[in-house]
Protein backbone atom coordinates (compact mmCIF):
# COMPACT_ATOMS: atom_id res chain seq x y z
CA UNK A 1 0.00 0.00 0.00
CA UNK A 2 2.94 2.58 0.65
CA UNK A 3 4.48 1.72 -2.78
CA UNK A 4 0.96 2.66 -4.30
CA UNK A 5 0.88 6.04 -2.34
CA UNK A 6 4.23 7.18 -3.32
CA UNK A 7 3.66 6.15 -6.52
CA UNK A 8 0.34 8.23 -6.44
CA UNK A 9 2.93 11.37 -5.74
CA UNK A 10 5.78 10.62 -7.92
CA UNK A 11 4.39 9.90 -11.13
CA UNK A 12 1.88 12.81 -11.39
CA UNK A 13 4.94 15.40 -10.89
CA UNK A 14 6.71 13.19 -13.41
CA UNK A 15 4.85 13.62 -16.45
CA UNK A 16 4.57 17.45 -15.21
CA UNK A 17 8.24 17.85 -15.54
CA UNK A 18 8.18 15.89 -18.93
CA UNK A 19 5.52 18.22 -20.18
CA UNK A 20 7.63 21.08 -18.89
CA UNK A 21 10.98 20.11 -21.05
CA UNK A 22 8.77 19.47 -23.75
CA UNK A 23 6.79 22.59 -24.14
CA UNK A 24 10.48 24.64 -23.26
CA UNK A 25 12.13 22.74 -25.69
CA UNK A 26 10.39 23.21 -29.01
CA UNK A 27 9.43 26.76 -28.57
CA UNK A 28 12.77 27.77 -27.28
CA UNK A 29 14.27 30.33 -30.30
CA UNK A 30 16.86 32.46 -28.37
CA UNK A 31 19.42 32.36 -25.22
CA UNK A 32 18.95 34.05 -21.77
CA UNK A 33 22.24 35.71 -22.56
CA UNK A 34 23.48 37.49 -25.77
CA UNK A 35 27.18 37.37 -27.27
CA UNK A 36 28.30 39.64 -24.71
CA UNK A 37 27.38 36.90 -21.59
CA UNK A 38 25.32 40.01 -20.35
CA UNK A 39 21.50 38.57 -18.93
CA UNK A 40 18.97 39.38 -20.69
CA UNK A 41 16.06 37.97 -19.22
CA UNK A 42 14.80 37.29 -15.78
CA UNK A 43 12.42 38.76 -13.29
CA UNK A 44 11.71 41.66 -14.27
CA UNK A 45 10.96 40.91 -17.86
CA UNK A 46 8.63 37.76 -16.44
CA UNK A 47 5.32 39.94 -15.17
CA UNK A 48 1.85 38.85 -14.58
CA UNK A 49 -1.36 39.78 -14.28
CA UNK A 50 -5.10 38.45 -13.26
CA UNK A 51 -8.48 38.57 -14.46
CA UNK A 52 -9.79 41.12 -11.50
CA UNK A 53 -7.47 43.01 -12.57
CA UNK A 54 -8.11 43.05 -16.31
CA UNK A 55 -11.70 42.81 -15.22
CA UNK A 56 -11.38 46.70 -13.40
CA UNK A 57 -8.61 48.34 -14.97
CA UNK A 58 -6.41 48.17 -12.03
CA UNK A 59 -2.46 48.96 -12.68
CA UNK A 60 -2.11 46.29 -15.44
CA UNK A 61 1.17 44.13 -15.07
CA UNK A 62 2.78 43.52 -12.20
CA UNK A 63 6.48 42.20 -11.09
CA UNK A 64 7.28 38.89 -9.48
CA UNK A 65 7.95 38.83 -5.93
CA UNK A 66 11.41 37.26 -5.27
CA UNK A 67 11.40 38.11 -1.64
CA UNK A 68 11.21 35.50 1.15
CA UNK A 69 8.08 37.71 2.71
CA UNK A 70 5.70 35.30 4.11
CA UNK A 71 7.30 32.13 2.89
CA UNK A 72 5.95 30.46 6.17
CA UNK A 73 2.26 30.62 4.79
CA UNK A 74 2.06 27.55 3.04
CA UNK A 75 -1.45 26.06 4.05
CA UNK A 76 -4.40 27.64 3.70
CA UNK A 77 -5.70 28.40 6.91
CA UNK A 78 -2.02 30.45 6.67
CA UNK A 79 -2.69 32.41 3.82
CA UNK A 80 -5.81 33.53 5.49
CA UNK A 81 -4.62 35.12 8.23
CA UNK A 82 -5.36 32.46 10.65
CA UNK A 83 -9.07 33.89 9.56
CA UNK A 84 -10.03 29.88 8.92
CA UNK A 85 -10.21 26.89 10.69
CA UNK A 86 -9.85 23.24 10.05
CA UNK A 87 -10.18 20.27 11.91
CA UNK A 88 -6.12 20.54 12.99
CA UNK A 89 -5.07 18.68 9.83
CA UNK A 90 -3.87 20.09 6.32
CA UNK A 91 -6.29 19.90 4.02
CA UNK A 92 -9.18 18.70 6.27
CA UNK A 93 -12.53 20.99 6.26
CA UNK A 94 -12.39 24.29 6.79
CA UNK A 95 -14.98 26.92 7.79
CA UNK A 96 -14.50 30.73 8.40
CA UNK A 97 -13.16 32.12 11.82
CA UNK A 98 -15.46 35.09 12.31
CA UNK A 99 -19.03 34.84 9.47
CA UNK A 100 -18.09 36.11 6.34
CA UNK A 101 -20.96 37.29 3.58
CA UNK A 102 -20.97 35.02 0.48
CA UNK A 103 -19.13 36.27 -2.65
CA UNK A 104 -22.25 35.24 -4.55
CA UNK A 105 -25.41 36.65 -3.60
CA UNK A 106 -27.38 33.55 -6.16
CA UNK A 107 -27.76 30.27 -5.10
CA UNK A 108 -24.97 27.74 -4.22
CA UNK A 109 -24.60 24.38 -3.20
CA UNK A 110 -23.53 24.92 0.64
CA UNK A 111 -20.83 22.48 0.39
CA UNK A 112 -17.84 24.69 0.42
CA UNK A 113 -16.15 23.09 3.28
CA UNK A 114 -12.60 21.99 0.56
CA UNK A 115 -13.72 24.93 -2.13
CA UNK A 116 -10.90 26.93 -0.85
CA UNK A 117 -8.68 24.40 -2.37
CA UNK A 118 -9.48 24.78 -5.62
CA UNK A 119 -7.61 27.82 -7.99
CA UNK A 120 -9.92 31.11 -7.70
CA UNK A 121 -10.76 31.83 -11.44
CA UNK A 122 -10.41 35.43 -10.98
CA UNK A 123 -6.96 35.23 -8.83
CA UNK A 124 -4.58 32.87 -11.41
CA UNK A 125 -1.66 34.51 -12.49
CA UNK A 126 -1.70 34.95 -16.50
CA UNK A 127 1.89 35.71 -17.42
CA UNK A 128 3.85 37.49 -20.25
CA UNK A 129 7.22 36.35 -20.71
CA UNK A 130 10.28 36.57 -22.82
CA UNK A 131 11.86 33.07 -22.12
CA UNK A 132 9.99 30.21 -20.41
CA UNK A 133 9.20 30.85 -16.60
CA UNK A 134 9.20 27.85 -14.25
CA UNK A 135 7.96 27.80 -10.66
CA UNK A 136 8.61 24.99 -8.21
CA UNK A 137 7.83 24.57 -4.80
CA UNK A 138 7.96 21.79 -2.47
CA UNK A 139 7.46 22.04 1.52
CA UNK A 140 8.04 18.49 2.91
CA UNK A 141 6.66 18.86 6.63
CA UNK A 142 7.46 16.54 9.44
CA UNK A 143 4.86 13.53 10.15
CA UNK A 144 4.57 12.91 5.95
CA UNK A 145 3.17 16.10 5.40
CA UNK A 146 3.56 17.19 2.03
CA UNK A 147 2.84 20.25 -0.17
CA UNK A 148 4.15 20.35 -3.84
CA UNK A 149 3.26 23.56 -6.30
CA UNK A 150 4.55 23.09 -9.88
CA UNK A 151 4.22 25.78 -12.48
CA UNK A 152 4.97 26.84 -16.07
CA UNK A 153 4.44 29.55 -18.56
CA UNK A 154 5.97 30.78 -21.80
CA UNK A 155 4.85 32.97 -24.49
CA UNK A 156 4.18 31.52 -28.22
CA UNK A 157 4.79 35.08 -29.71
CA UNK A 158 4.58 38.50 -28.19
CA UNK A 159 0.91 38.65 -27.88
CA UNK A 160 -0.21 34.87 -26.71
CA UNK A 161 0.80 33.12 -23.69
CA UNK A 162 0.17 30.00 -22.24
CA UNK A 163 0.61 28.00 -18.61
CA UNK A 164 -0.49 25.79 -16.16
CA UNK A 165 -0.13 25.62 -12.13
CA UNK A 166 -0.67 22.24 -10.39
CA UNK A 167 -1.00 21.96 -6.48
CA UNK A 168 -0.38 18.28 -4.60
CA UNK A 169 -1.46 18.01 -1.08
CA UNK A 170 -0.34 14.49 0.42
CA UNK A 171 -1.20 14.39 4.32
CA UNK A 172 -0.53 11.71 6.42
CA UNK A 173 -2.87 10.82 9.23
CA UNK A 174 -1.96 12.44 12.78
CA UNK A 175 -4.31 10.46 14.96
CA UNK A 176 -4.15 6.49 14.93
CA UNK A 177 -1.93 6.31 12.33
CA UNK A 178 -0.89 3.13 10.90
CA UNK A 179 2.94 4.22 10.06
CA UNK A 180 4.10 6.33 7.08
CA UNK A 181 1.92 6.47 4.37
CA UNK A 182 -1.43 6.07 6.03
CA UNK A 183 -2.68 9.15 4.11
CA UNK A 184 -5.69 11.59 5.48
CA UNK A 185 -5.42 14.01 2.78
CA UNK A 186 -4.68 13.55 -1.08
CA UNK A 187 -5.44 16.40 -3.30
CA UNK A 188 -4.80 17.64 -6.82
CA UNK A 189 -5.51 20.66 -8.07
CA UNK A 190 -4.94 21.46 -11.61
CA UNK A 191 -5.21 24.96 -13.92
CA UNK A 192 -4.28 25.64 -17.31
CA UNK A 193 -4.76 28.75 -18.83
CA UNK A 194 -3.90 31.25 -21.97
CA UNK A 195 -3.98 34.97 -22.47
CA UNK A 196 -4.36 36.19 -26.23
CA UNK A 197 -4.15 40.00 -27.19
CA UNK A 198 -4.70 40.61 -30.89
CA UNK A 199 -1.85 42.57 -32.74
CA UNK A 200 -3.74 44.91 -34.79
CA UNK A 201 -7.13 45.51 -33.26
CA UNK A 202 -7.69 46.39 -29.50
CA UNK A 203 -9.11 42.85 -28.62
CA UNK A 204 -7.97 40.47 -25.85
CA UNK A 205 -9.27 37.15 -24.65
CA UNK A 206 -8.23 34.67 -21.48
CA UNK A 207 -9.72 31.67 -21.02
CA UNK A 208 -8.59 28.59 -18.36
CA UNK A 209 -9.90 25.60 -16.85
CA UNK A 210 -9.35 24.19 -13.71
CA UNK A 211 -10.31 21.34 -11.62
CA UNK A 212 -10.02 19.89 -7.77
CA UNK A 213 -10.00 16.16 -6.70
CA UNK A 214 -10.05 16.55 -2.76
CA UNK A 215 -10.35 12.96 -0.92
CA UNK A 216 -10.26 13.30 2.84
CA UNK A 217 -10.58 10.40 4.96
CA UNK A 218 -13.16 11.37 7.83
CA UNK A 219 -11.88 9.94 11.36
CA UNK A 220 -15.28 11.90 12.89
CA UNK A 221 -12.72 12.94 16.14
CA UNK A 222 -11.36 10.67 19.28
CA UNK A 223 -13.87 8.54 21.31
CA UNK A 224 -13.99 9.49 24.54
CA UNK A 225 -11.34 7.40 27.58
CA UNK A 226 -12.86 4.57 30.06
CA UNK A 227 -11.91 5.09 34.05
CA UNK A 228 -9.04 2.68 32.70
CA UNK A 229 -7.36 5.13 30.42
CA UNK A 230 -4.65 7.42 32.24
CA UNK A 231 -4.09 10.79 31.65
CA UNK A 232 -1.15 10.29 29.52
CA UNK A 233 -2.90 7.97 27.25
CA UNK A 234 -4.87 11.67 26.07
CA UNK A 235 -1.52 12.33 24.40
CA UNK A 236 -0.91 9.18 22.62
CA UNK A 237 -2.23 10.76 19.39
CA UNK A 238 -1.10 7.72 17.32
CA UNK A 239 -2.93 5.37 19.20
CA UNK A 240 -6.12 7.10 19.48
CA UNK A 241 -9.62 5.21 18.93
CA UNK A 242 -11.59 7.23 16.82
CA UNK A 243 -15.25 7.60 16.10
CA UNK A 244 -15.18 5.99 12.20
CA UNK A 245 -12.60 3.79 10.24
CA UNK A 246 -14.40 3.96 6.73
CA UNK A 247 -15.85 6.89 6.11
CA UNK A 248 -14.40 8.95 3.13
CA UNK A 249 -14.82 12.32 1.43
CA UNK A 250 -14.80 13.07 -2.53
CA UNK A 251 -14.69 16.54 -3.91
CA UNK A 252 -14.21 17.18 -7.59
CA UNK A 253 -14.77 20.46 -9.20
CA UNK A 254 -14.54 21.84 -12.69
CA UNK A 255 -14.38 25.25 -13.62
CA UNK A 256 -14.56 27.19 -17.38
CA UNK A 257 -13.60 30.58 -17.01
CA UNK A 258 -13.67 33.24 -20.47
CA UNK A 259 -13.15 36.64 -20.42
CA UNK A 260 -12.92 38.97 -23.76
CA UNK A 261 -13.09 42.04 -24.20
CA UNK A 262 -13.02 44.93 -27.32
CA UNK A 263 -11.52 48.76 -26.27
CA UNK A 264 -13.88 50.75 -28.87
CA UNK A 265 -11.91 54.12 -26.78
CA UNK A 266 -10.42 54.67 -23.92
CA UNK A 267 -13.88 55.77 -22.31
CA UNK A 268 -15.59 52.53 -23.86
CA UNK A 269 -14.75 48.56 -23.45
CA UNK A 270 -17.27 45.91 -24.16
CA UNK A 271 -16.74 42.56 -22.73
CA UNK A 272 -18.06 39.31 -21.58
CA UNK A 273 -17.65 36.77 -19.04
CA UNK A 274 -18.51 33.28 -19.79
CA UNK A 275 -18.45 30.72 -16.64
CA UNK A 276 -19.38 27.26 -15.96
CA UNK A 277 -18.98 24.87 -12.74
CA UNK A 278 -19.82 21.77 -12.08
CA UNK A 279 -18.89 20.55 -8.34
CA UNK A 280 -19.41 16.38 -7.02
CA UNK A 281 -19.51 16.11 -3.56
CA UNK A 282 -19.10 12.18 -1.86
CA UNK A 283 -19.81 10.95 1.05
CA UNK A 284 -19.48 7.00 2.22
CA UNK A 285 -18.85 4.99 5.18
CA UNK A 286 -19.39 0.75 5.73
CA UNK A 287 -19.89 -1.42 8.36
CA UNK A 288 -16.46 -1.80 9.98
CA UNK A 289 -15.12 -4.58 13.07
CA UNK A 290 -16.41 -4.02 16.40
CA UNK A 291 -13.47 -2.51 18.96
CA UNK A 292 -14.76 -3.76 22.23
CA UNK A 293 -18.22 -2.64 22.83
CA UNK A 294 -17.99 -0.05 20.11
CA UNK A 295 -18.98 -0.94 16.40
CA UNK A 296 -17.55 2.77 14.66
CA UNK A 297 -20.54 2.77 12.01
CA UNK A 298 -23.82 1.53 13.94
CA UNK A 299 -22.68 3.31 17.32
CA UNK A 300 -21.59 7.06 15.30
CA UNK A 301 -25.14 7.16 13.51
CA UNK A 302 -28.38 7.84 14.60
CA UNK A 303 -30.93 7.13 11.70
CA UNK A 304 -30.80 4.42 9.30
CA UNK A 305 -32.94 5.76 6.20
CA UNK A 306 -31.81 3.35 3.46
CA UNK A 307 -29.30 1.26 4.45
CA UNK A 308 -28.45 -0.20 7.84
CA UNK A 309 -25.03 -1.27 6.69
CA UNK A 310 -23.35 1.29 4.19
CA UNK A 311 -23.96 4.83 3.22
CA UNK A 312 -23.40 6.43 0.08
CA UNK A 313 -24.33 10.23 -0.65
CA UNK A 314 -23.97 12.35 -3.71
CA UNK A 315 -24.73 16.31 -4.48
CA UNK A 316 -24.52 17.29 -7.68
CA UNK A 317 -24.54 21.18 -8.20
CA UNK A 318 -23.69 22.90 -11.66
CA UNK A 319 -24.04 26.37 -12.72
CA UNK A 320 -23.64 28.55 -15.94
CA UNK A 321 -24.08 32.10 -16.34
CA UNK A 322 -23.55 35.10 -18.93
CA UNK A 323 -22.20 38.60 -18.35
CA UNK A 324 -21.79 41.57 -20.77
CA UNK A 325 -20.61 44.53 -19.77
CA UNK A 326 -19.28 48.31 -20.38
CA UNK A 327 -16.70 50.02 -18.92
CA UNK A 328 -14.28 52.72 -19.39
CA UNK A 329 -12.48 55.53 -17.82
CA UNK A 330 -13.17 58.95 -17.58
CA UNK A 331 -10.31 61.01 -16.30
CA UNK A 332 -9.76 60.20 -12.55
CA UNK A 333 -13.15 57.96 -12.48
CA UNK A 334 -13.26 54.17 -13.69
CA UNK A 335 -16.93 52.76 -14.05
CA UNK A 336 -18.14 49.51 -15.17
CA UNK A 337 -21.84 47.85 -15.34
CA UNK A 338 -23.29 44.34 -16.33
CA UNK A 339 -25.74 42.23 -17.13
CA UNK A 340 -25.46 38.17 -16.04
CA UNK A 341 -27.86 35.91 -16.78
CA UNK A 342 -26.90 32.59 -14.15
CA UNK A 343 -28.83 28.94 -14.47
CA UNK A 344 -28.04 26.93 -11.86
CA UNK A 345 -29.07 22.93 -10.73
CA UNK A 346 -28.81 21.11 -7.87
CA UNK A 347 -29.54 17.53 -7.10
CA UNK A 348 -28.84 14.13 -4.28
CA UNK A 349 -28.69 10.50 -5.18
CA UNK A 350 -31.48 9.82 -3.22
CA UNK A 351 -33.30 13.60 -4.04
CA UNK A 352 -34.09 16.11 -6.59
CA UNK A 353 -35.61 19.15 -4.98
CA UNK A 354 -35.94 20.33 -8.34
CA UNK A 355 -34.11 23.09 -8.05
CA UNK A 356 -32.95 24.59 -10.54
CA UNK A 357 -33.08 28.40 -11.20
CA UNK A 358 -32.89 31.11 -13.54
CA UNK A 359 -31.05 34.18 -12.08
CA UNK A 360 -31.00 37.71 -13.38
CA UNK A 361 -28.35 40.16 -12.53
CA UNK A 362 -27.36 43.80 -13.18
CA UNK A 363 -24.80 45.54 -11.35
CA UNK A 364 -22.34 48.28 -11.64
CA UNK A 365 -19.14 50.07 -10.52
CA UNK A 366 -17.76 53.34 -9.93
CA UNK A 367 -14.35 54.37 -8.28
CA UNK A 368 -12.59 57.53 -7.88
CA UNK A 369 -8.78 58.19 -7.82
CA UNK A 370 -6.86 60.86 -7.11
CA UNK A 371 -2.99 60.05 -7.86
CA UNK A 372 -1.89 57.59 -5.31
CA UNK A 373 -2.77 59.42 -2.55
CA UNK A 374 -6.81 59.13 -2.49
CA UNK A 375 -9.56 56.83 -3.98
CA UNK A 376 -13.40 56.35 -3.56
CA UNK A 377 -15.09 53.17 -4.59
CA UNK A 378 -18.70 51.94 -5.06
CA UNK A 379 -19.83 48.94 -6.45
CA UNK A 380 -23.14 47.04 -5.96
CA UNK A 381 -25.16 44.19 -7.43
CA UNK A 382 -28.86 42.74 -7.79
CA UNK A 383 -31.01 39.98 -8.24
CA UNK A 384 -34.21 40.71 -9.98
CA UNK A 385 -36.80 39.58 -7.74
CA UNK A 386 -34.84 39.86 -4.70
CA UNK A 387 -31.06 39.59 -3.46
CA UNK A 388 -28.59 42.61 -3.40
CA UNK A 389 -24.97 43.15 -2.61
CA UNK A 390 -23.49 46.79 -1.99
CA UNK A 391 -20.31 47.87 -0.95
CA UNK A 392 -18.54 51.41 -0.75
CA UNK A 393 -14.28 51.94 -0.01
CA UNK A 394 -12.65 55.18 0.90
CA UNK A 395 -8.49 54.25 1.00
CA UNK A 396 -6.07 57.06 1.60
CA UNK A 397 -2.12 57.44 2.93
CA UNK A 398 -3.54 57.33 6.83
CA UNK A 399 -7.76 56.19 6.88
CA UNK A 400 -8.94 53.13 5.43
CA UNK A 401 -12.69 52.33 5.46
CA UNK A 402 -15.72 50.11 4.18
CA UNK A 403 -19.01 49.40 4.50
CA UNK A 404 -21.09 46.68 2.84
CA UNK A 405 -24.34 45.58 2.96
CA UNK A 406 -25.75 42.42 1.47
CA UNK A 407 -28.83 39.82 1.26
CA UNK A 408 -28.23 36.93 -0.05
CA UNK A 409 -29.87 32.96 -0.80
CA UNK A 410 -29.75 30.19 1.53
CA UNK A 411 -27.56 27.62 0.01
CA UNK A 412 -29.85 23.91 -1.34
CA UNK A 413 -28.50 22.29 1.36
CA UNK A 414 -29.92 24.21 4.21
CA UNK A 415 -33.50 23.77 2.87
CA UNK A 416 -33.38 20.41 1.58
CA UNK A 417 -31.43 17.17 2.27
CA UNK A 418 -32.36 13.50 2.36
CA UNK A 419 -29.49 11.18 3.00
CA UNK A 420 -28.78 7.87 5.03
CA UNK A 421 -28.44 9.39 8.35
CA UNK A 422 -30.56 12.93 8.06
CA UNK A 423 -33.12 14.44 6.14
CA UNK A 424 -35.12 18.29 6.39
CA UNK A 425 -36.87 20.16 4.28
CA UNK A 426 -36.86 23.98 5.36
CA UNK A 427 -38.36 27.25 4.22
CA UNK A 428 -35.48 29.71 5.24
CA UNK A 429 -35.10 33.42 4.62
CA UNK A 430 -32.78 35.06 3.09
CA UNK A 431 -29.51 35.99 5.22
CA UNK A 432 -28.98 39.79 6.07
CA UNK A 433 -25.81 41.27 7.18
CA UNK A 434 -24.13 44.63 7.72
CA UNK A 435 -20.32 45.59 7.68
CA UNK A 436 -18.80 48.31 8.86
CA UNK A 437 -14.68 48.32 9.42
CA UNK A 438 -11.20 50.05 8.83
CA UNK A 439 -7.84 51.17 9.90
CA UNK A 440 -5.82 53.06 10.47
CA UNK A 441 -2.13 53.51 9.67
CA UNK A 442 0.77 55.73 11.57
CA UNK A 443 4.20 55.96 9.77
CA UNK A 444 6.78 56.62 12.03
CA UNK A 445 10.46 56.00 10.27
CA UNK A 446 10.83 52.18 10.03
CA UNK A 447 7.86 51.55 12.13
CA UNK A 448 4.13 50.83 10.84
CA UNK A 449 1.09 50.83 12.96
CA UNK A 450 -2.25 49.70 11.79
CA UNK A 451 -5.13 49.31 14.12
CA UNK A 452 -8.47 47.69 12.79
CA UNK A 453 -11.75 47.31 13.34
CA UNK A 454 -14.95 46.07 11.98
CA UNK A 455 -18.52 45.88 13.62
CA UNK A 456 -20.79 43.42 11.35
CA UNK A 457 -24.53 42.76 12.31
CA UNK A 458 -26.09 39.21 11.07
CA UNK A 459 -30.31 38.12 10.83
CA UNK A 460 -31.14 34.59 9.92
CA UNK A 461 -28.17 33.28 10.68
CA UNK A 462 -27.55 29.83 9.52
CA UNK A 463 -25.60 26.75 11.38
CA UNK A 464 -25.63 23.48 11.89
CA UNK A 465 -26.83 22.21 15.62
CA UNK A 466 -25.20 19.06 17.92
CA UNK A 467 -27.53 16.74 16.15
CA UNK A 468 -26.14 17.63 12.92
CA UNK A 469 -29.45 19.25 11.09
CA UNK A 470 -29.44 22.63 9.21
CA UNK A 471 -30.78 25.47 11.58
CA UNK A 472 -31.28 29.19 11.21
CA UNK A 473 -31.23 31.76 14.15
CA UNK A 474 -34.09 34.12 12.71
CA UNK A 475 -33.13 37.04 15.20
CA UNK A 476 -30.16 39.46 14.84
CA UNK A 477 -26.52 39.59 16.42
CA UNK A 478 -23.64 41.87 16.34
CA UNK A 479 -20.10 40.50 16.15
CA UNK A 480 -16.92 42.86 16.89
CA UNK A 481 -13.49 41.77 15.67
CA UNK A 482 -10.63 44.06 16.71
CA UNK A 483 -6.94 43.35 15.43
CA UNK A 484 -3.91 44.97 13.73
CA UNK A 485 -0.59 44.76 12.44
CA UNK A 486 3.17 45.89 13.37
CA UNK A 487 5.76 46.22 10.28
CA UNK A 488 9.73 46.72 10.41
CA UNK A 489 11.04 48.18 7.65
CA UNK A 490 15.09 48.35 7.92
CA UNK A 491 16.03 49.55 4.54
CA UNK A 492 14.54 50.16 1.17
CA UNK A 493 15.28 48.28 -2.08
CA UNK A 494 16.72 50.79 -4.36
Not at 266 to 275: F, G, N, R, T
Not at 296 to 315: E, G, I, K, L, M
Amino acid sequence: MYKEEIQYLILPVRQFLFFCIIATGFTIKGQIVDDSTKQVYGPKTTKFITPSIILDNLEGYRSLDTSIYLLERQSVVDKSQRQLQNLGVLGTAQFPLFHAPSKNIGRASGFDAYSRFAFDPYEVKFYDTKSPFFDLFAMLGGGNRNIIDIGFSRNINPNWNFGFDYKLLTIDKQLARNGQGDRQIESSAFVGYTHYKHGKLPYQILFQYSQLNHNAVELGGTRFFDAENSLADLFQFENALLQLEDARTSVKERRIHLYQDYEIAKQLQIYHILDNDQEEHTFQDFVGGSVGDYNPYTDYYNNYFVDPDSTYQRANFSSFSNEIGAKGDLASIFYRAYLRFRFVDFSYNYLDPKADAFEQYVGGLARFKWRDKFSVQANGEYILGGGYDFKGTISSGLINGYYRTSNYAVPFVYQSYFGNHHEWQNSYSPIFTNQLGGNIKFKIKFLELVPELELASYRNYLFFDQQRQARQNPGTFVMSKAGGHVNFRFFNAK
